[in-house]
């Protein structure tokens, strides 16, 4: 079976890669843009608008339903994953993205449950299944797309784009959402003001779409067509013969998106109901904190260059395990101060464990069946370790009465990732045959230039 060689000498020019890392990194922009709002909304609104004929169990069963795109999102996964190996990177990442945009609408328009009743939240669910269906593919695509392209010495910070949407999606939604608050009264916001960021969401769709549609295929895909090397059925062969590769990935992944769905999907709710501590305030912190991210996503996936993904991906792990407990013990102090102290510490953690991921991802399966193997491990990661996390996060402190417990939670996921990092051998990572360093997460080899 044909795989690739380094894209880097397929010739791309400086523009062409310049426009294939931004839309690898405007789309999972949008993506996760998107379902912080989602989140965000499920916090402050929808468990009174939508859920609240369940009473005290409303704001569980609210926080809850950001688990169906986490459910959604592996199906998401097997059918793009088959499109993108079978008919290319570029049109599959089309789209998700058009799909994207329609629950995006559809959220934005959704009338309430005193208005329609028992259809309002099962609407409002079906919209986040959609978009978890797009999330399932997104990522997937977006960070190959960038990759495929990278010279061979430069993959993690090729791959860092597709992974900067993450907190550039927080950054984006959580200013949103603080604008939005700041200048509406609060039953403004409550009757329309709410709605704002979703209609926003379409708008920076259309705009993906537009870039998107302006980049060439991925010079892996296209040696793989010219070849007539296409998988018929990508998912068997991946699950044949790549399983344990595929399952320690998801493992690998599991305590970032639980830290950060903690950091971007719990937070302001715990703040704001538990703490009673201004909204407001935690918002601006955490768009703050989510800035810090971008900033450490980036040193991590470049460092992992030099150091190697595996060893970047642990000294993250590795100070987000030392930190997770302290942090809530700052929270809980209702201070400010504290609060962005224990936030920030945590943001650089989450942006050294996931910045090298995407590269890592790749490097780990062989390109004609590399979109399916890298995207269902990171979405069945994605419901393990955060589809329930804000949800399993209420449920602790309501049954524990301390958001300690929820330390634990995390720290128990951190050790699996550590686990799954170490268990990773030099052997599995087949996917570039010419990859500039043996192995390319141990670090062990000197990088050379492509």
């Known amino acids: 079976m044909t795989t690739s060689v380094s894209p880097a000498r397929s010739g791309p020019t400086p523009a062409e890669l310049f426009r294939v890392r931004f839309a690898s990194g405007i789309g999972s922009t949008i993506e996760w843009y998107l379902s912080f709002a989602y989140i965000s909304a499920a916090g402050l609104i929808f468990s009174t608008q939508y859920f609240g004929a369940l009473g005290p169990n409303a704001l569980i069963v609210s926080l809850g339903s950001v688990a169906a795109s986490f459910i959604a999102s592996p199906l998401g996964g097997i059918v793009a994953g088959h499109f993108g190996d079978r008919y290319g990177r570029k049109a599959t990442l089309i789209g998700t993205l058009a799909v994207m945009g ?22 409002l669910v079906l919209f986040r299944f959609m978009q978890g269906l797009s999330t399932g593919g997104e990522w997937g695509g977006a960070a190959l797309m960038s990759i495929e392209y990278a010279p061979a010495h430069r993959r993690g910070f090729y791959g860092i784009f597709s992974q900067i949407g993450t907190p550039a999606g927080l950054v984006l939604s959580t200013g949103v959402f603080f604008l939005v608050q700041v200048l509406t009264t609060p039953e403004q916001f409550a009757a329309w003001g709410w709605r704002v960021p979703f209609f926003i969401s379409v708008l920076l769709v259309v705009i993906g779409l537009k870039i998107r549609t302006s980049i060439s295929e991925s010079p892996a895909f296209a040696e793989i067509k010219e070849a007539n090397s296409e998988l018929r059925v990508p998912l068997k062969e991946a699950l044949q013969h790549h399983w344990w590769q595929m399952f320690l990935a998801g493992g690998s992944f599991v305590a970032n998106i639980l830290a950060g769905y903690i950091l971007i999907g719990y937070l302001l709710s715990y703040t704001a109901n538990s703490l009673e501590m201004d909204p407001n305030i935690t918002l601006f912190v955490l768009m703050l904190a989510a800035l810090v991210w971008i900033v450490a996503t980036v040193l991590g996936g470049s460092w992992s260059d030099r150091l190697g993904r595996r060893r970047m991906m642990t000294i993250g792990y590795v100070l987000m395990g030392l930190w997770i407990i302290p942090m809530f013990m700052l929270v809980d102090t209702r201070s400010i101060i504290a609060f962005a102290v224990g936030v920030f510490v945590l943001a650089v953690a989450l942006g050294l464990s996931y910045g090298p991921q995407s590269a890592m991802f790749a490097e780990l399966f062989p390109a004609h069946l590399r979109y399916t193997a890298a995207s269902l491990p990171y979405a069945v990661g994605g419901i393990v370790g955060g589809g329930f996390a804000p949800a399993i996060a209420e449920w602790l402190l309501q049954s524990t009465g301390t958001s300690l417990s929820i330390g634990v939670y995390v720290l128990v996921f951190v050790l699996i990732s550590l686990l799954s990092l170490l268990l990773l051998r030099d052997s599995y990572f087949t996917g570039f ?3 500039s360093f043996k192995g390319a997460p141990t670090g062990e080899d000197a990088t050379q230039p492509a």
């Open 433 to 435: 045959p010419d990859r």
């Open 102 to 123: 329609f629950a995006s609408l559809g959220m934005g328009l959704l009338p309430t449950y005193d208005q329609i009743g028992l259809a309002a939240p099962v609407l």
